[in-house]
C-alpha cells in the first residue's frame, strides 16, 4: 500500500459460546454491523428481536444491519454456538 492511500478500517472478531436447550443466551458484546453464527454440534436457533430462524447444522448464516452483536441470541441442544463478527468503520484513514 502506498502513502496517502485511504482505507477503511475492517475489525472481525470470531468466538463461541456453550448453549443448553433451555437457555437463549445473547452473543457477546461486540460493535459489528455483521455477525454470522453456526455450529457443528447441531442446529441453532437464532433470534433478532423479531423472528426466530432455525440455522441447520453446518450452515452459516449472517445477520447485517446490526449495531452490536448481542442483539443476535442463540440456542442449540447441545454444544457450541460459534460466531464471527465483522465492523466495518465509515471513517477514511489514510494508509
Excluded at 13 to 19: A, C, D, E, Q, R
Aim: charged share 15%.
Amino acid at each position: 500500500m502506498a502513502d496517502g492511500d485511504i482505507i477503511n478500517k475492517n475489525i472481525c472478531k470470531n468466538g463461541s459460546v456453550l448453549t443448553a436447550s433451555i437457555v437463549a443466551g445473547a452473543l457477546p458484546d461486540h460493535r459489528c454491523g455483521e455477525v454470522s453464527v453456526w455450529s457443528t454440534y447441531g442446529d441453532v436457533s437464532a433470534h433478532d428481536g423479531n423472528a426466530t430462524i432455525i440455522i441447520p447444522q453446518d450452515t452459516i448464516m449472517s445477520f447485517k444491519g446490526l449495531t452490536n452483536s448481542n442483539q443476535i441470541s442463540a440456542t442449540a441442544v447441545t454444544g457450541r454456538v460459534f460466531f464471527r463478527t465483522q465492523y466495518y468503520t465509515m471513517s477514511l484513514q489514510n494508509g
